[in-house]
């Protein structure tokens, strides 16, 4: 039982480039949500999913989008990476409020 | 929307001291409440939790106190040990439904040996 896993762990961009960070749970849980963490300003959801075939924004959505083809797998996209997308996203799962995190994936946008 | 505020951004204790860090949330209709703990280069872990029909809530060396009146509640961690060094999040369930959670900013205990 791997719980929440993220890939890949680090990646570095340039300014325009795409790319797409994979979660996947094996919790068989309906909701997951993607955050960024970046320093001071906690933890900020970006888009959300309540099952498969969902979505839904957050807090931060602009920038980025979000597919739930499968029920294990959340994926988030950034169609063209600018340096303000350079942060640590986190992805959790959950069956109600609890939810769990994966370890999370640094990204650096150049 | 919920907003979530956290006191204090910073706190260093003696080793086997206490250290309490403390949440207000603004959404009267929030009724859960967890805290995690996030360790340097790892994902925030759920440490404990606790809902508004609950005052107060114990395990082992940490408990949560909730005062829904004030909408305030309160992590308190006893006789602290080095490897309680980490930064804590409080958060509030907003958003009926997709159990969107607010977070605070966050807290960085130190532990001093």
């Known amino acids: 039982n791997a719980g929440v896993t993220q890939t890949p762990k680090f990646r570095v961009l340039k300014t325009g480039q795409s790319m797409t960070l994979l979660c996947a749970q094996d919790?068989?849980?309906?909701?997951m949500y993607w955050y960024r963490q970046d320093p001071g300003m906690g933890l900020r959801l970006i888009h959300y999913?309540?099952?498969?075939?969902?979505?839904a924004k957050g807090e931060v959505p602009d920038g980025y989008n979000v597919s739930r083809l499968k029920k294990q797998n959340f994926l988030l996209g950034l169609e063209s990476a600018a340096p303000s997308q350079t942060s640590v996203y986190f992805c959790?799962?959950?069956?109600?409020?609890?939810?769990?995190f994966g370890p999370g994936t640094r990204l650096l946008v150049l | 929307g919920e907003n979530v505020e956290q006191h204090p951004s910073t706190l260093s204790v003696q080793e086997g001291d206490s250290a309490v860090i403390k949440c207000t949330y603004s959404?009267?209709?929030?009724?859960?409440f967890p805290w995690y703990k996030q360790e340097l280069g790892k994902g925030p872990q759920l440490i404990i939790d606790?809902?508004?029909?609950?005052g107060e809530k114990k395990d082992q060396r940490i408990a949560v106190t909730l005062n829904k009146t004030a909408k305030h509640f309160s992590l308190h961690i006893t006789e602290t040990q080095p490897e309680d060094s980490a930064v804590y999040f409080c958060?509030?369930?907003?958003?009926?439904?997709?159990?969107?959670?607010?977070f605070g900013k966050g807290t960085k205990l130190s532990v001093i040996p």
């Open positions: 999913s309540v099952g498969e075939g969902t979505t």
């Open positions: 958060a509030a369930v907003s958003g009926a439904g997709s159990y969107q959670l607010t």
């Open positions: 959790a799962s959950s069956w109600a409020e609890t939810q769990y």
């Open positions: 606790i809902r508004s029909n609950v």
């Open positions: 919790m068989n849980h309906e909701y």
């Open positions: 959404d009267s209709a929030s009724n859960y």
